[in-house]
């Protein structure tokens, strides 16, 4: 049976991204999609996502989940900043 996508779920999933501390993070947003879920956010690896995504499907396997997390882009600074 598939769970219902309610506010309850959300904040659900929501409680977990940020207490759970193998996740702990706050800059995940969840959104309802009619009967589905939709992560976004960046995080700073792809492991990183993976392990998010990995840890949501796991605790709400009757969800359809839409993870659509994206990566930061870091990279070290090219041109030297000027401060005047």
Do not use: N, W
């Not at 929501?14 to 959104?31: F, H, P, Y």
């Not at 792809?46 to 605790?59: L, N, S």
């Amino acid at each position: 049976m598939t769970r219902q996508v309610d506010d309850y779920l959300e904040a659900e999933i929501q409680r977990l991204l940020t207490e759970d501390d193998r996740v702990a993070e706050q800059g995940i947003t969840v959104q309802r999609r009619e009967q589905s879920v939709v992560l976004g956010g960046e995080v700073e690896s792809p492991e990183r996502r993976a392990e998010i995504c990995r840890r949501i499907t796991e605790r709400f396997p009757d969800v359809e989940i839409t993870c659509d997390i994206g990566i930061t882009r870091t990279s070290v600074p090219v041109d030297a900043e000027e401060i005047s």
